[in-house]
């Protein structure tokens, strides 16, 4: 029997989310991609870990699409970038919505050093400086470089310039998430992202 819609409420913020065409197993691919990638800047940045993302999808009353470490596990592993090939590799529109509206949650709560990162990376910028001198944006950059080459199969390849801005390019697109209408804006990259 399938259950009622009371039984698992449909958060509000899913109407912020507009889709006019179910996205093809490619933007599915590039969304899965990239929900990793944001997540893993927010896990370096913030030292964030499963738990965190679990008491955020319980804050939201997401916990039916997203409520237990192994059903996150399998979410992240679906990132066709990872080296391990034992997640489940489909990820559905419902899943990639509530990863959306976690990681904007989370963005929220972790504003503060977000919005410090930001801050040292344009003085760091404006005096000439490289960000690994800053100590927040140095360790910001060795955990997303160590934890990047850890994780992805393309990790010990990659140079590490591309790392460091990738890094510095989720760093300020998590300052966009965490504002308001961040899940709209988000949402809107990942479907603009999936199209390439």
């Given at each position: 029997m399938r259950p009622?819609?009371?039984?698992?409420?449909?958060?509000?913020?899913?109407?912020?989310?507009?889709?006019?065409?179910?996205?093809?197993?490619?933007?599915?691919?590039?969304?899965?991609?990239?929900?990793?990638?944001?997540?893993?800047?927010?896990?370096?940045?913030?030292?964030?870990?499963?738990e965190a993302m679990l008491q955020a999808a319980k804050e939201l009353n997401l916990e039916a699409v997203i409520g237990d470490r192994v059903t996150l596990w399998r979410l992240r592993q679906s990132n066709p970038l990872r080296k391990s090939s034992g997640g489940r590799k489909k990820l559905d529109v419902?899943?990639?919505?509530?990863?959306?509206?976690?990681?904007?949650?989370?963005?929220?709560?972790?504003q503060d050093d977000i919005r410090r990162a930001c801050a040292l990376l344009e003085q760091m910028t404006e005096q000439g400086q490289e960000p690994h001198r800053a100590a927040l944006l140095g360790d910001y950059l060795d955990n997303f470089s160590?934890?990047?080459?850890?994780?992805?199969?393309?990790?010990?390849?990659?140079?590490?310039?591309?790392?460091?801005?990738l890094a510095l390019k989720l760093l300020i697109d998590l300052?966009?998430?965490g504002a308001k209408n961040g899940h709209r804006r988000l949402w809107l990259a990942l479907i603009d992202q999936g199209k390439t």
């Open positions: 009622s819609l009371q039984a698992v409420p449909i958060p509000a913020s899913f109407a912020d989310l507009p889709l006019a065409q179910p996205p093809d197993g490619q933007q599915l691919e590039n969304i899965k991609s990239h929900l990793d990638l944001v997540l893993l800047a927010l896990e370096s940045l913030a030292g964030l870990s499963s419902e899943e990639a919505r509530s990863l959306v509206l976690i990681i904007c949650h989370l963005a929220r709560q972790q160590n934890t990047y080459q850890e994780r992805m199969e393309e990790g010990e390849a990659i140079a590490s310039a591309s790392l460091v801005g300052l966009f998430y």
